[in-house]
């Protein structure tokens, strides 16, 4: 699979995760070195997990699960897994193949945070 960079619009390396991290956890990633951009696979396979993410997003991702996972799991869960992307479907207007935090860009992953402290009473 060629990937093109949406940062340089240069092209992404395919690297093993022994590659990237130093340390092999069954999984691949695309990189783009300069960007520092990166997105992991399906374990050895060439699907991504999501969008390739500079550091400013892969931030966003991690607030935005900060926020999210606790609805399906820990001590807090108010809902199932299946039951908390659904509410991510309803919450971003989105079919279930686009409902994942990992395909989102910036502004919906602002979006998301926003809907998703307000649906908690976090606000």
């Known amino acids: 699979?060629?990937?093109?960079?949406?940062?340089?619009?240069?092209?992404?390396?395919?690297v093993s995760t022994k590659q990237f991290y130093g340390k092999d956890y069954g999984t691949n990633v695309y990189v783009c070195y300069p960007c520092d951009a990166y997105v992991g696979t399906h374990g050895k396979g060439k699907t991504p997990l999501g969008t390739l993410a500079n550091k400013q997003?892969?931030?966003?991702?991690?607030?935005?699960?900060?926020?999210?996972?606790?609805?399906?799991?820990?001590?807090?869960?108010?809902?199932?897994?299946?039951?908390a992307y659904r509410l991510i479907q309803k919450l971003m207007d989105l079919p279930?193949?686009?409902?994942?935090?990992?395909?989102?860009?910036?502004?919906?992953?602002?979006?998301l945070i926003s809907k998703l402290k307000e649906y908690r009473g976090l606000n």
């Open 96 to 111: 279930p193949e686009k409902a994942h935090i990992a395909m989102f860009d910036e502004e919906q992953c602002r979006l």
């Open 57 to 83: 997003l892969r931030s966003l991702h991690m607030t935005a699960h900060s926020i999210f996972d606790p609805l399906w799991k820990g001590k807090f869960r108010k809902m199932g897994r299946s039951g």
């Open 1 to 14: 699979m060629e990937m093109e960079c949406p940062y340089c619009t240069g092209q992404v390396e395919f």
